[in-house]
């Protein structure tokens, strides 16, 4: 079975620095795109990052310059990089899998929680 699981969360100060990965399991990850997205209390779920299978990535705008994407495909595992970290970056940040070929449709992990406060 497909499985998403989310690392590196925690609770860290203004300015600072966690690194999130996604181990990915169970399908092919290197035939599939993948997504960073994050939703705060009471706020929509928004998409922070994207890297397909070429590596190409594409960031929100709120992120750029700050968040680094990238995949390992030989480990299976997506890293999302956040430096000068702001409070506005809390939430619950959760690993997509765009479109898996074996079937046909995107999974999530359960997500990991980011606190950016002092």
């Known amino acids: 079975q497909v499985q998403l699981v989310e690392s590196g969360g925690g609770l860290v100060q203004p300015g600072g620095s966690l690194r999130l990965s996604c181990a990915a399991s169970g399908f092919t990850f290197s035939t599939s795109d993948m997504s960073w997205y994050r939703q705060a209390p009471g706020k929509e779920r928004e998409l922070v990052a994207t890297?397909?299978?070429?590596?190409?990535?594409s960031y929100a705008d709120s992120v750029k310059g700050r968040f680094t994407l990238s995949r390992d495909n030989a480990k299976n595992t997506m890293y999302l990089q956040m430096n000068n970290l702001k409070p506005e970056d809390t939430a619950v940040y959760l690993c997509?899998?765009?479109?898996?070929?074996?079937?046909?449709?995107?999974?999530w992990g359960k997500g990991t929680l980011v606190t950016v406060s002092s």
């Open positions: 890297i397909n299978i070429m590596g190409r990535t």
């Open positions: 997509k899998a765009v479109y898996v070929l074996e079937y046909g449709r995107n999974f």
